[in-house]
Every structure is written in structure tokens, then in C-alpha cells.
């Protein structure tokens, strides 16, 4: 699987967080389950109404910046959804290997950059929970560009703001809209993930190069 990426042609490594080195099960969990539930409660509807009432409404949004801040939607429900995050934040999980993986891009020489479009209420819980931090030497926030990663504005005031040369970058994310936008822009390399939440199936038919097991492309050879 050595074969998957070529190592010799990257310098910086951009890694999405939800669902790419942090397990999806949380996100899937609070927004599909632990919501619901709490906005069930509130308004006197029961759990299967209140899911398919606000599946219904965050997907109007899908694919914008709304959909992933936590101000939005607190505003929208009426919930403090900060607050409520902090009560599942037991089940904040790396997926497996990928403090790992994080580790061996360092330990090569290369840059290992953290790029979500998670708001900066998740993304400071989550940095809280794990070690991401600690090998990340930039963590980037769609939200600071007022553009999702989905959006070709956002990866052009990337490189605008941080000088990456596109070409020399490998870019994992689990959302193929936002790696065509990558892969359009210009990042050299792109891989999807097979399995973003651990507690459901891994996915077939995927657009991109698919990631297993970040063990698939380790160890990562110097630079
Ligand atoms: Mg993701």
C-alpha cells in the first residue's frame, strides 16, 4: 500500500480533524442523537420527530459555514450546544494510529497542518481531549477566512496567508466535496477516508483514493 501516496513529493501533510484523525462517532452522536434528544425534550416531540425535523434542517444548510458553527445552531434551537458538546467529551477519540501518523510526519522532516471547518468551540474542546495540538505546527480554521473548505476561495487565502505550495502537499480529508475542491485547486495529493465513524461501515464508491488504515501509508521515509 506503500504505493498509495508519493512521499518523495510532499512537504507539508493537511489534515482535516472531524472524521480524518478524530473519530466522527462524536459529531454523529451529538448532532444525530444527543440533540434530538434534548430538543425532543424541549419541545414535546419524540425522539424519531425531533430527528427527522432537524435532519431536515441542517441540511438546508449543508455545505456553508452555518452548518458547522455552534453559534448558528445554538441560536437556531435555542440550546447552549457548547455547553452540551462538553458532556459527551468523553467521546472525543483519535481514529486508530493517527497520533501515531501525526507523530512519524514530524519525525520526517515534514510539516503536519490541522484544517477544519469545525467552529472554535468544537475545535478548542477537541484540541482540549487530545493531542493534536502538540505535532500540528498550524491549525487552521475555515471559519477565520469566512469561507468553508469546500468554497476554492478558502484554499486560495490559504496559500495566500500561509505559503504553501499546493503541489507539494498531501491533503485527508472524509468529505468528498471538500476534496474536490482541493484536488481542483491544485493540492497534489488527495486521500478520503474509508471509515470516518468508527460505529458504522466502512464506505464504498468513493471518488478518491481511499485511506484504510493510516498504518497503509506508514512508515513515512525521510525527507
Ligand atoms: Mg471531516
Redesign the pocket.
Known amino acids: 500500500m506503500q504505493d498509495l501516496i508519493d512521499w518523495q513529493r510532499i512537504d507539508t501533510v493537511l489534515l482535516?480533524?472531524?472524521?480524518?484523525l478524530l473519530d466522527?462517532y462524536f459529531d454523529n452522536h451529538f448532532w444525530l442523537h444527543h440533540v434530538p434528544m434534548i430538543y425532543g425534550q424541549k419541545h414535546n416531540m419524540d425522539m424519531p420527530d425531533a430527528h427527522a425535523h432537524l435532519v431536515t434542517r441542517f441540511g438546508r444548510e449543508q455545505g456553508t459555514l452555518k452548518w458547522y458553527s455552534v453559534d448558528f445552531w445554538s441560536e437556531e434551537l435555542g440550546l447552549d450546544l457548547a455547553l452540551l458538546k462538553k458532556d459527551l467529551a468523553h467521546l472525543i477519540k483519535p481514529r486508530p494510529s493517527a497520533i501515531e501518523f501525526l507523530q512519524a510526519i514530524v519525525e520526517s522532516g515534514r510539516h503536519a497542518w490541522l484544517v477544519?471547518?469545525a467552529h472554535h468551540h468544537s475545535l478548542t474542546l477537541k484540541l482540549a481531549h487530545t493531542p493534536l495540538a502538540q505535532y500540528c505546527e498550524r491549525i487552521i480554521c475555515s471559519h477565520d477566512f469566512d469561507e468553508p473548505k469546500e468554497a476554492p476561495a478558502f484554499w486560495q487565502a490559504l496559500q495566500a496567508r500561509e505559503h504553501l505550495d499546493p503541489a507539494r502537499a498531501l491533503f485527508i480529508?472524509?468529505?468528498e466535496p471538500?476534496l474536490k475542491a482541493a484536488h481542483d485547486f491544485g493540492i497534489g495529493q488527495v486521500l478520503t477516508i474509508a471509515q470516518?465513524d468508527s460505529q458504522k461501515p466502512a464506505r464504498s464508491g468513493l471518488a478518491f483514493p481511499v485511506l484504510h488504515h493510516f498504518d497503509d501509508i506508514m512508515p513515512i521515509p525521510a525527507r
Open positions: 482535516d480533524m472531524d472524521g480524518t466522527l477544519t471547518n480529508d472524509d468529505s471538500v470516518p
